[in-house]
């Protein structure tokens, strides 16, 4: 049910931003990692659905209209014929712009996953080599107290990640070392 090679088809085929392919990967591993360590059953559709969370980014106008920011990826997977009912609920609760509420530890996961990616790339940019491997998890918990650094990055989702029971310098570690580990496709 949950094909990477399938997902990896429908992602380049509705999504084609580079930025947000890569970002897709990112939080495909984070997820992964997330999934063995929560629910490691249904690690694929963990990983799956932090590979297609965004599927809808480049057909969507979110900036205008957030709320459609998850529904249209939900279409897409339902035209598609590809997912299941509990991986389109994650993919709609990763953005509280549409009002899913987050009701499983899937749920809560992605809604941290997906931001801490991006915040975990905006660190390594500032280094003067561009290298993930030279990201400290001291600096992802440093720079999350500098409100300036980053200011998009929803913080409040990804500290929501210890309502799993999870510390964040643990999760900060977990999700730097699944970003490292595909470090060559995300250009890092």
């Known amino acids: 049910m949950y094909d990477r090679d399938r997902a990896i088809e429908i992602l380049t085929k ?14 495909e591993a984070v997820m992964r990692s997330l999934g063995k360590k929560f629910d490691p059953e249904r690690e694929k559709l963990w990983a799956i659905t932090g590979l297609l969370h965004d599927l809808d980014a480049d057909l969507v106008d979110y ?3 957030p709320e459609l920011h998850g529904p ?8 598609e014929g590809f997912g299941d009912e509990v991986m389109y609920h994650a993919i709609m609760a990763h953005n509280k712009c549409t009002k899913t509420p987050i009701k499983s530890p899937l749920d809560r996961a992605i809604y941290a996953a997906d931001p801490i990616t991006g915040f975990i790339n905006a660190i390594t940019l500032v280094y003067p080599d561009k290298k993930i491997e030279k990201v400290k998890v001291k600096s992802i918990t440093k720079r999350m107290h500098e409100t300036r650094f980053a200011a998009g990055a929803d913080r409040e989702a990804m500290w929501s990640i210890e309502e799993l029971g999870m510390d964040f310098r643990d999760f900060a570690e977990l999700s730097l070392n699944a970003m490292k580990e595909i470090s060559g496709e995300l250009g890092l």
């Open 14 to 27: 509705h999504l084609e931003t580079e930025y947000l392919v890569r970002h897709s990967y990112a939080v």
């Open 72 to 79: 249209r990826a939900i279409e897409i997977l339902r035209e």
């Open 63 to 65: 900036r205008a209209h």
